[in-house]
């Protein structure tokens, strides 16, 4: 099923509209307010209007801080769907006072529906992600996650936009505005009960009702596992870059190219266009799994473009009127600026889904609420952060195109620590490069590989690039044994290292690194690991496979665990395979070709030898066993 026809289901559905609804909601009353505060020049004790829109983003995000850990607490203790309705309702209490407070232009009837807009989103979060895994196929999660995130800044987008056209008809358009508020409010709930039900996950959870006490639980949760932590940072991160990238937009606009309003709502719809379609395209690149090669994509995009942003520069001083969005475009760099902001928000997409769903699928169900209440913390913690950093750029006199240099380098320095204390990333970025964009790789029974346990995967050797491809197939980490001699080389060491995989040497070259080999596969399989193994010992020089060497045997008798035997197809002839000599010496070879890994049925370990384990992949790949080639 295809990630848009999730949108036909109730189970996907109900999610979905209930949560844009929602961000719609949160949106229009925050906009409306904030303009209605600029161009009327309201105050309150005595504040000034620009002091007061800091306040109003204050306002909205202080409840993060406050309410995370105790969502996260609701949303594990009791029926998700129950604590969606329940929030819900209360959204049309709030949404009340909110029209109140329009109709009669009442500021702090609407500040208080602001605070308490962002206290409802603060449940609301915890709840909207940690459903999906319990209400989605493990192979529709990354476009349900790709739906909900382009939901989210569709939402945004159109929450904007009409909270500025309401401000901009006067007191009629407030009206309307009120009822707008209570109506999308009501719809909200309505759609709350297609939810299908759901069981608590852990009804015996203690609600803690002082907030800090759970915040520093929940923390400590966000920590528990290294690598969820480091994704919930680097979605962290995504909302720090974001924020940034949208708070500038009024003054890079205005001050730096010289262009009305209208053009601010052109790049504002171009951000969110391009988030949505990255976040849409995330399910066909990644083969409707989890696919964390798209995270170092992302970060490279968000770089690259921002730089470009910095490169464009500022055009010379101008005069006279603001410039429309026809003469914008019509000037220099006005097409290559709405591009760049595109192509950020696009790669930003790429790199916000996979992370998401990282942090699903790696965190037990009766956490997860914690966990992600636990990244709603930290990101209203990085987007305060983002704020002020900000601020202090402008003061310092950074110009706004030199911010966008500075945030492309701070990009591309958290990727890179991110990406070298959780390699995994960087290496299945670079599989999926081989997998899907030098060639075109096709899983024939996928399913076949277990979610969850330890196995060992035998596969015949065609090429030098044989285990990336393997592992771009699987979305589980691979441990896979390679000659010794590779990690002699400085950088493939440094890659192979990182990738864990395990070398191994024969008896007469090193027999302790042999031993070794051994020692540490039974070690991976003990954890529950894959460990992949080429019982050929070598690549094939002429297409046809080579007798299976016993070690696998050897492997399955000291840790009995099912083998499942594999085959790659068509990437004989490669660039990256000895057909007629030598490897790699034949550029633009066979590239972009169809490729396969078929998959066979699961050996288990009482049935294991290797020359059956031999028919079994030449059957796989069409090709004669090796004891029946003449």
Known sequence: MGQLSLLRTRRFAGVFWTQFLGAFNDNLLKNALVILIAYRSLSVLGLPPESLVALCGALFILPFFLFSATAGELADRFAKHRVMRAVKAVEIVIMT???????????????AALFLMGAHSSVFGPVKYSILPELLEPGELVGGNALVEMGTFLAILLGTIGGGVAVSFGSAGLHVLGYALLVVAASGFATSFLVPPTPAENPTLRIDPNPIRPTIETIRLTHKTHSVFLA???????WFYGSMVLAMLPTYSRDVLHASEHVVTLFLAAFCVGIGTGSLLCEMLSGRKLELGLVPLGSIGMTVFALDLFLVGAPAPASGPLLTIRQFLS????????????????????????LNTFIQERTAASERSRVIAGGNILSSLFMVAASLLLVAFLAASLTIPHVFLVLAVLNAAASFYVYKVLPEFWFRFVAWVVAKLLYRL??????????????????????????LVVASSCKRPIRFVMYHGFFKNPLLGW???????????????????????????AQELADGEIVCIFPEGKITSDGEMNAFKPGIEKIVQRSPVPVIPIALCGLWGSFFSRKGGAAMRRP???????????????????????????????????????????
């Open 588 to 630: 633009f070879r066979r590239f972009w070709s169809r490729i396969e890994l078929v998959v066979g049925e699961p050996v288990p370990p009482e049935a294991v030898s290797a020359p059956d384990l031999a028919r079994r992949v030449a059957a796989l790949a069409g090709v004669d066993p090796p004891a029946e080639r003449r």
């Open 495 to 521: 890659f192979f290292r990182d990738a864990k995989a395990i070398p191994i040497a024969s008896a007469h070259e090193s027999i302790s690194t042999m031993r070794a080999a051994f020692d540490r596969i």
């Open 97 to 111: 006072g909110a029209a109140i407070g329009f109709w009669q232009e009442n500021l702090w009837l609407m500040l």
């Open 331 to 354: 000037s220099p760099g006005g097409v290559r600026i709405v591009l760049d902001l595109t192509l950020i928000a696009l790669f930003s997409g790429f790199f916000i889904v996979p």
């Open 442 to 467: 096709k899983v024939v029974h996928g399913e076949r590989i277990p979610d969850q346990g330890a196995a060992v995967l035998v596969c015949n050797h065609v090429s030098f690039v044989d285990w």
């Open 232 to 238: 919930v940072l680097g979605a962290s991160w995504f």
